[in-house]
């Protein structure tokens, strides 16, 4: 009981760890974009605690990497498995590699801001949105089933963050920043 209590009370500070291990691999592609995403963590953990709304905080945080372009391209394969072919007639195209983007994880902050603060209400009525949402899902699964890539997988993954995040965030808006 006590273990759940700490995770509830600190979820912020293990969430921001779980988020800052990573970078370690990405200091080998650039040292500056680790030290902006280890800012843009810190700036989100101080606005929280100052405004106390992760919710809110996640929401300046997300307006303040918008205007910067940090990605992280995933390798072309990975221990001999194919994960995209971004060659189109020997000319590489990036669009085609599947990448990991500042405003992903913008949008990860809000959604687990969202749950932690119990701002998501997962009721199965009648004519939901979570069953709209369940539907496109496994819409997109059997896409990418039958287009076994990993840029499809990736983008239906962020294509059903942004949704399930944007909707939630769209139904306490009012709430956050009436006060």
């Known amino acids: ?7 509830k009370k600190n979820w912020n500070y293990i969430l921001s760890v779980l988020l800052i291990i ?4 990405l200091l080998r592609e650039s040292v500056e974009k680790v030290f902006f995403i280890l800012f ?26 918008l205007p ?22 020997g000319v590489i195209v990036n669009y085609l590699i599947p990448t ?14 969202l749950i932690f603060e ?23 699964a059997v896409q990418c089933i039958f287009n076994t890539t990993a840029l499809g997988l990736l983008n239906s993954l962020r294509l059903l963050l942004y949704i399930f995040t944007f909707y939630n965030f769209y139904k ?8």
């Not at 910067?68 to 007639?89: D, K, R």
């Not at 990991?100 to 801001?113: E, K, P, Q, R, V």
């Not at 306490?172 to 006060?179: A, H, I, P, S, W």
């Open 1 to 7: 009981m006590k273990i759940s209590k700490f995770l």
């Open 68 to 89: 910067f372009n940090i990605t992280y391209q995933f390798p072309y394969s990975l221990m001999g498995i194919q994960l995209a072919e971004p060659f189109v007639n």
């Open 100 to 113: 990991l983007s500042i405003l992903d994880l913008g949008i990860f902050l809000i959604l687990l801001s």
């Open 40 to 65: 843009a963590v810190i700036i989100w953990n101080i606005l929280g605690i100052f405004l106390k709304n992760f919710v809110k905080a996640s929401f300046l945080t997300l307006l303040l990497l």
């Open 22 to 25: 990573p970078l370690i691999f």
């Open 118 to 140: 119990k701002n998501i209400n997962l009721n199965w009525e009648s004519f939901s949105i979570l069953k709209i949402f369940v539907l496109f899902g496994i819409y997109l």
């Open 172 to 179: 306490v808006k009012d709430k956050l920043f009436k006060g």
